[in-house]
């Protein structure tokens, strides 16, 4: 079995990255996805990561791969 190093730092990183390469401001984000601007701004500037289901609206979105915010590649 193959080993599984993911790590959360580089996930929010991902997803730090995703969010502000958006044509899209924190408040058209939070709108889109049913948050508060400040807690996209979490996302942005905090060790905060979204739910799940939050976490796939954003990928929604965004027009962003899940399996590319998550790191998880197939082969």
């Known amino acids: 079995m193959e080993n599984i190093d993911i790590e959360m730092k580089d996930i929010q990183k991902r997803l730090r990255e995703a969010i502000q390469l958006s044509p899209y401001s924190q408040r058209d984000i939070a709108q889109a996805i049913g948050v508060c601007e400040q807690t996209v701004s ?34």
């Open 42 to 75: 979490k996302y942005m500037n905090k060790d905060v990561f979204p739910a799940l289901d939050t976490l796939a609206k954003l990928c929604i979105f965004l027009d962003v791969s899940a399996d590319y915010i998550l790191g998880v590649t197939k082969n």
